[in-house]
């Protein structure tokens, strides 16, 4: 075989890497979603994270200001964790989906296709930070968790639980 040959032939079917326009044949999860054209709303995850809450979606306070947890809600949760001694800048806070479904419809179908999308996402950031510990808030995130919608958030309140990824959440 002449390999330059196989090189250049390579080169010339690839054309200049600017000129490349395609999108990957795995686009973006966001991409897929239904509820794309609504703002997101990233986790805030430290590098140095001791804990991890959470929560369903994210609420017009976080839309409005783009990270989680900054609405009365996150604030009293903020103020919680700060007097039983946690460092509040080391706790991260993320939701199931990172954007809010249109009049907060969690039945609707587009929010149950964008909650398994975003799952992707959350999956990966669970898998960065294996060691610490998490807190499902609300039934949303403990049925996703335990992978059953029938499961009851009551039944599992103020215990640690094992999840299906292995994981213990409170």
């Known amino acids: 075989l002449n390999r330059p040959i196989l090189k250049r032939r390579a080169a010339k079917r690839a054309g200049p890497a600017k000129e490349r326009t395609a999108k990957p ?24 994270m001791e ?9 017009g306070h976080e839309e409005d200001q783009g990270r989680p947890f900054v609405g009365p809600s996150g604030n009293l949760l903020r103020s919680a964790l700060a007097e039983a001694d946690f460092r509040v800048d080391r706790v991260g806070f993320a939701n199931l989906t990172r954007c809010r479904p249109p009049n907060d419809d969690f039945e609707s179908s587009d929010w ?4 398994k ?9 669970l898998a960065k930070h294996q060691q610490v510990p998490i807190v499902l808030l609300g039934s949303g995130p403990v049925k996703r968790f335990l992978n059953d919608k029938s ?16 994981r213990r959440a409170f």
């Open 25 to 48: 044949i795995d686009s973006s999860p966001c991409d897929r979603c239904p509820l794309n054209k609504n703002p997101r709303v990233p986790p805030t995850l430290p590098a140095e």
């Open 51 to 59: 804990l991890l809450a959470i929560g369903l979606a994210p609420g």
């Open 112 to 115: 149950i296709q964008a909650e």
């Open 117 to 125: 999308l975003c799952w992707q996402y959350l999956a990966a950031d």
């Open 151 to 166: 499961e009851r958030v009551t039944r599992h309140r103020g215990l640690w639980i094992p999840t299906e990824q292995g």
